[in-house]
């Protein structure tokens, strides 16, 4: 499951679609929008994206990771559009014979993607919004 989504990530299913009976470790990211940034009150987030490049590019992650750590299975899915308080924006599920592997796949899925993938976060405060780059850095002045 590699998906790109503009409607409420649905964790249960990305999670049951790792599930293989061989796996002896699943592991699961979920990336929640937060209430703060930068000393500042986030009312919500949205994300834009470049779908087809960013689709391929998911694939190629999840293609690395199951070979790097012989995965049963492995799924990525991101939101984009309009994202609130608490609610998920990405989800990476693994399943692998053993938790070392599990626990390392997640973690550099979600790290690649981050740093990769043509996927953009805009932070709305009350006074304002601004993109933000993976770093958490912003990457234009607050738009009125």
């Not at 649905?10 to 209430?35: M, Y």
């Not at 049963?72 to 924006?89: K, Q």
């Not at 933000?132 to 850095?137: A, F, I, M, Q």
């Amino acid at each position: 499951m590699i998906e790109i989504v503009d409607h409420p990530i649905d964790v249960p299913q990305v999670l049951g679609s790792v599930s293989h009976p061989g796996a002896g470790g699943i592991a699961l990211f979920v990336g929640t929008t937060r209430n703060h940034s930068h000393g500042k009150e986030v009312l919500y987030l949205e994300y834009e994206a470049y779908v087809p490049m960013a689709l391929s590019m998911m694939t190629q992650i999840a293609e690395e990771a199951k070979a790097r750590w012989g995965l049963h299975a492995i799924s990525i899915v991101h939101r984009r559009t309009r994202v609130d308080i608490s609610e998920a924006s990405v989800v990476v599920a693994v399943s692998s014979s053993h938790r070392k592997e599990a626990f390392e796949a997640c973690r550099f899925a979600i790290d690649t993607l981050k740093k990769t993938v043509p996927i953009w976060k805009k932070e709305f405060f009350a006074d304002g919004a601004v993109w933000v780059d993976e770093e958490g850095h912003k990457s234009l002045e607050p738009e009125a």
